[in-house]
C-alpha cells in the first residue's frame, strides 16, 4: 500500500491516523511517496524523509521505505532525478522477482495475526470480567453468611431475653406461694375453706394461676414480639442490600470490548436474579413471614405455650397440695392438722413447684427456639437459592471459557510455527 505526502509538509495529522488504522487493522506492507520533490529544498528534503521514517518506526513498521518523487521533472524528462525509476524498480521486483508471493503470504499471516490479537484481547477481556464478577459474587456470599449468622445470635439473644422473663415471672409465682405457705394463712384457708370454697387453698391456688398465666403469656410475647420485629427487620435490610449490589455488579463491566453475546448473556442472569430477589419481597408467603407486623411471627411461634405451661403447672401444683390434704385426712387428722401438715411440707411443695417451673421453661424455651431456628432457615434457604444462581453462572462461565483457552492456545501456537518457517524460508 503506497501512502502518499506532500514532500513539503509529510506530518499532515489525518493521513497518520489513517496510517495507524491501516498497518494495525489491515497489516498492510507500507511504502512512503513524498510528491513534489523538486519544490523542496535538497535538505529540507532529506530532513523530512528522516522524519517521516522515524514517524514509521514509532508504528511498528521495520525498515520503512521511502520515495521522494517530482511529477514536474518526470513529465520534462528528467527520469533519473523524478524518483519514478526508482518506484517502478521496486514494483517490478515485487511482482516479477517472487517478492509478490511473499508479501500476500505475509499479509495473510499478518491477517491472521490481528485476528489471533483480537481473540485474545476478547478473551482476555471475559477473563477479567469473570474474575470481577466472581469476586463480586464472593462479596455477596459473604454478605449473605454475615447476615445469617447475625440472625443466629440475635436468636440466641433472644432466647436468653426470653428465659430471664420466665424465670422473672416464675420467682415471683414461687415468691406468692411462699407467701401464702404461712402457718397462720394455711390455717385460715383451711377452716374458713369449708364453708366458703372462695376462701379456700384451692381458690387461692386458682387466683395465683389466674394473675400469672395472662401475665407470663405478654411477658413472652412482647419479648418475642420485639425481637422478631428486628430480626426481620434485619433480613428485608440485607435483600435489599444485596438488590442493591446486584444494581452496582450488574451496570459494572471491567471495559467495553466484551462481544455482545457475552454482555447479553451476563446481563440477563443478573437480571434475573435481581428479579427473583425482589419478588421475595413481594411473594406473599415469603412476605408474611418478614411483615406479620414481627406480632403474628410472635403469637405464631409462641402460641399458647404460656397458658399451656401455666396450666400444667397448676395442675401439678393443685394435685401437690391437695394430695397432701387428702393423705392427711385419710391418716385421720382433722382440717386444722392437714393445715400444718401443708406448712411442715412447705420446703418440700416449693422444691417441687421451683422444679416444675424449670422443667416447663427448659421445654417452653427450647420449642420456642427450635421455631424460630426452623423460620430463619426456610428464609435463608430460599435467599441463597435465588443468589445460588450467581454462583452457577459464574462456575459455568468458568468451565466454559476453559476449552476455548486450550483451542486459541494451540491456534497461537501453530500460527507462530507458520510464520516462523515462512520467515526463514
Known amino acids: 500500500m503506497f501512502f502518499v505526502f506532500f514532500a513539503k509538509n509529510p ?17 498492510k506492507k507500507v511504502v512512503f511517496i513524498l510528491q513534489q520533490s523538486d519544490l523542496t529544498k535538497p535538505e529540507e528534503l532529506s530532513r523530512n524523509t528522516q522524519r517521516v521514517k522515524d514517524y514509521a518506526s514509532q508504528r511498528h513498521i521495520e525498515s520503512p521505505i521511502v520515495f521522494a518523487t517530482s ?34 503470504l505475509k499479509s495473510i499471516s499478518d491477517r491472521t495475526q490481528n ?26 456470599k459473604t454478605k449473605l453468611a454475615v447476615g445469617e449468622k447475625k440472625s443466629q445470635d440475635e436468636i440466641s439473644k433472644l432466647v436468653d431475653k426470653l428465659a430471664a422473663n ?89 471495559n467495553s470490548h466484551l462481544s455482545i453475546q457475552v454482555i447479553e448473556r451476563r446481563h440477563e442472569v443478573f437480571e434475573d436474579v435481581k428479579q427473583k430477589a425482589s419478588k421475595l419481597l413481594e411473594d406473599a408467603e415469603f412476605i408474611n ?48 392438722v392437714s393445715g400444718g401438715a401443708l406448712y411442715l411440707k412447705k420446703r418440700m411443695i416449693i422444691s417441687k413447684i421451683s422444679k416444675k417451673l424449670d422443667s416447663d421453661k427448659t421445654k417452653l424455651i427450647s420449642d420456642i427456639k427450635e421455631q424460630l431456628k426452623f423460620k430463619y432457615t426456610l428464609i435463608y434457604e430460599e435467599i441463597k437459592r435465588v443468589f445460588g444462581d450467581l454462583d452457577d453462572y459464574v462456575e459455568k462461565e468458568e468451565e466454559g471459557i476453559e476449552p476455548i483457552l486450550k483451542e486459541y492456545r494451540t491456534i497461537q501456537s501453530k500460527a507462530k510455527d507458520l510464520l516462523e518457517l515462512m520467515v526463514n524460508s
Open 115 to 140: 485476528v489471533i490479537d483480537e481473540l485474545e484481547h476478547e478473551l482476555k477481556s471475559i477473563q477479567r470480567q469473570l474474575e470481577l464478577d466472581k469476586s463480586s459474587v464472593e462479596r455477596i
Open 11 to 27: 506530518y499532515h495529522k489525518t493521513a497518520w491516523e489513517l496510517l495507524d488504522y491501516v498497518s494495525e487493522q489491515w497489516r
Open 289 to 336: 413471614t418478614l411483615k406479620s407486623n414481627a406480632s403474628g411471627v410472635a403469637t405464631n411461634v409462641l402460641g399458647g405455650a404460656a397458658v399451656t405451661v401455666i396450666a400444667g403447672l397448676f395442675m401439678a401444683i393443685t394435685e401437690i397440695v391437695i394430695l397432701d390434704i387428702i393423705g392427711a385426712a385419710f391418716a385421720g387428722v382433722g382440717i386444722l
Open 71 to 104: 511529477a514536474e521533472l518526470e513529465n520534462n524528462g528528467n527520469e533519473e532525478g523524478s524518483g519514478f525509476r526508482e518506484v517502478r524498480g521496486f514494483i517490478n521486483d515485487m511482482v516479477t522477482g517472487g517478492e509478490t508471493y511473499k508479501i500476500k
Open 166 to 254: 420466665y424465670d422473672l415471672v416464675a420467682e415471683q409465682i414461687k415468691s406468692d406461694f411462699s407467701a401464702g405457705f404461712t402457718f397462720p394463712k394455711l390455717i385460715n384457708k383451711s377452716v374458713v375453706g369449708t364453708v366458703n370454697k372462695n376462701a379456700s387453698i384451692q381458690a387461692w391456688i386458682d387466683q395465683i394461676k389466674a394473675k400469672y398465666e395472662p401475665e407470663l403469656q405478654v411477658s413472652l410475647e412482647e419479648t418475642l414480639k420485639e425481637g422478631t420485629h428486628h430480626f426481620l427487620g434485619d433480613i428485608k435490610n440485607l435483600i435489599d442490600s444485596l438488590i442493591q449490589d446486584l444494581n452496582t455488579i450488574q451496570n459494572y463491566s471491567s
